[in-house]
């Protein structure tokens, strides 16, 4: 979730059992699903395209809209506290 909160695309393998919201990031643009090393290059070698970043920045922030801003919160919080 930390670079989706960022703006970045979450790449991620098949087997995230213990990420029960990795589909629902999926399906937003948040998250992708590669195979294997191929797959996670040609992920990376796109998110180098500008449309692609704004496309994702998009994604991330539709995600987490649609999560009710708990991100968005423990986030303001952790730089408050930070800059203490």
């Given amino acids: 979730m930390e670079p989706a909160l960022f ?5 991620h ?3 995230m059992g213990d990420f029960p919201d990795t589909k629902r ?10 195979q294997d090393s191929a797959g996670l290059a040609e992920a990376w070698l796109d998110v180098m395209n500008p449309e692609a970043q704004e496309r994702i920045r998009e994604a991330c922030q539709s995600y987490f809209d649609s999560v009710g801003g708990a991100a968005e919160r ?3 919080v952790i730089k408050t ?3 203490l």
């Fill in 13 to 15: 393998g098949p087997n």
């Fill in 7 to 11: 703006g970045l695309q979450v790449t």
């Fill in 74 to 76: 423990s986030w303001s």
């Fill in 81 to 83: 506290r930070a800059a």
């Fill in 25 to 34: 990031m999926d399906a937003y643009g948040a998250a992708l699903e590669v």
